[in-house]
């Protein structure tokens, strides 16, 4: 359990920090359309501080996870995933949108579901 948080922990801080960073160049990876405006601008970076927390939860589970709250960020991390997973599937195939990391973001939050699901099961 230790390497998924550790994992689970990287990619959240990663994103966390693109999206604080540089909301709009992570918008136009994902959907090939940038941000603009200072609302989008502002939403984005609330969702970057969001992963950046998530990413910090990972990152402290990673030395107890057997307890109970490490068990709560993986149940956290799998619904994170499967609603990351579907939204980006739907601006993919619902709303035509393309960038050129959006299948292989929805391939990766549902291949760490699964792990999640796994690490559950345990």
Do not use: I
């Amino acid at each position: 359990m230790k390497h998924f948080y550790t994992v689970s922990a990287v990619f959240e801080l990663g994103g966390g920090l693109a999206l604080l960073g540089v909301p709009s160049a992570t918008a136009q990876l994902l959907v090939g359309a940038a941000l603009q405006g200072p609302v989008p601008l502002t939403v984005a970076r609330v969702g970057g501080g969001g992963l950046f927390a998530l990413g910090l939860a990972c990152w402290h589970a990673r030395g107890d996870a057997q307890n109970r709250a490490a068990r709560g960020v993986a149940a956290a991390m799998l619904s994170y995933n499967v609603l990351v997973a579907a939204v980006l599937a739907f601006a993919g195939l619902g709303l035509g949108l393309h960038g050129l990391a959006l299948w292989p973001a929805v391939v990766l939050h549902a291949a760490m579901a699964v792990w999640c699901v796994v690490v559950l099961v345990r």
